[in-house]
């Protein structure tokens, strides 16, 4: 009995001390934690440390106003803020031109990537062309814009100088010189997006079907525009939180004092009066409906979409 308990006890001892050499890496990985896991530490903590605690701050903050909680808010819908002027109207403001603005870029967008993904003559120039916005920046094109279709700009003085018109076009200072702005800087973004969609589309699948007797209308919308709509839909909403933040077009291409007072405009100016609960109150509308409209489209895709989100190529 001795002998079989000393053998058993012997062979008990080397399981017991390899489970005691155990490194906290074995230990880790038997929970899960793999070593590639800890590559997205570093992200982590950047997202904590400037997104999310910044996020949680502001939202704090906005709930901190002059005359208690809430009041920033009430301040903001009753349009008390920016000198009481109307700051509700603002989030229509910002709507319509974020709105219109990403419509048309994937508009746009959409017919210009795909002809381009096949086989065209001067290809590269052409990107190139529609690419250059991209390096101009924000301010240099509301500059530029502003020399070109102001009322004593170029184009304005051609038309009247031929007689085409007899009063010069109002294109800026207002809603269409901000729209045409964020047309003109955010359609080469949406173009790189939707390139590489149309790039994935199986083209044997549109011969297919016109083997099958499919005239061009229905091989685009019957099976690739399905497959367009997953590249659209991101698109848009990508183009949608670009241009829903804008500022320096509407400040200095639109009329920031009315017809294009924009959300970022009324958080910028109550920020620099020291007003940070209605500052902040502000910015955390401008999520609020950014967040709303995202949703609905996402919801509005996966009704009419299911499907994979590429074209099976490759």
């Known amino acids: 009995m001795r002998a079989g308990g000393h053998s058993g006890a012997t062979a008990a001892g080397p399981d017991h001390a390899e489970a005691y050499r155990l490194t906290w890496r074995d230990r880790a990985r038997q929970r899960g934690v ?14 904590a440390v400037f997104f999310v605690y910044p996020l949680g701050y502001g939202v704090g903050l906005s709930l901190q106003g002059a005359d208690g909680w809430y009041s920033a808010y009430h301040d903001f819908f009753a349009d ?8 509700r109207e603002s989030i229509l403001v910002t709507l319509e031109l974020a709105l219109a603005a990403s419509i048309i870029n994937v508009a746009l967008a959409v ?15 052409i990107m ?3 690419l250059v916005p991209m390096t101009l920046g924000t301010v240099f094109v509301a500059s530029a814009m502003k ?7 170029w184009l304005n003085r051609a038309l009247l100088n031929t007689g085409v018109i007899d ?14 702005s964020l047309v003109f800087t955010g359609l080469p973004f949406a173009f790189l997006l939707m390139v590489g969609y149309t790039s994935g589309i199986d083209p044997s699948l549109e011969r297919a079907a016109a083997v099958c007797g499919a005239r061009p209308a229905q091989r685009f919308w019957l099976v690739t525009f399905p497959l367009l709509l997953p590249g659209m839909t991101i698109t848009f909403c990508l183009s949608f939180v670009l241009a829903f933040g804008v500022f320096p077009s509407a400040t200095l291409v639109g009329n920031d004092a009315g017809p294009t007072r924009v959300l970022s405009k009324i958080a910028y100016t109550e920020y620099s009066y020291g007003h940070y609960p209605t500052a902040s109150a502000a910015a955390v509308i401008m999520a609020v409906v950014q967040l709303a409209v995202l949703g609905l489209v996402l919801w509005g895709r996966g009704l009419f979409h299911r499907g994979p989100t590429s074209g099976g190529k490759g």
Do not use: C, D
């Open 128 to 130: 190139a062309i529609v």
């Open 111 to 125: 017919p210009i990537s795909y002809r381009m993904r096949g086989t065209v003559r001067a290809k590269r120039t």
């Open 34 to 47: 793999i070593p590639t896991l800890w590559l997205a530490v570093p992200g982590v903590v950047f997202m």
């Open 147 to 153: 020399e070109f279709l102001g009322p004593s700009g």
């Open 80 to 87: 008390r803020l920016v000198n009481n002027h109307g700051s």
């Open 167 to 180: 009063q010069p076009l109002q294109l800026v200072g207002n809603f269409t010189g901000v729209l045409l």
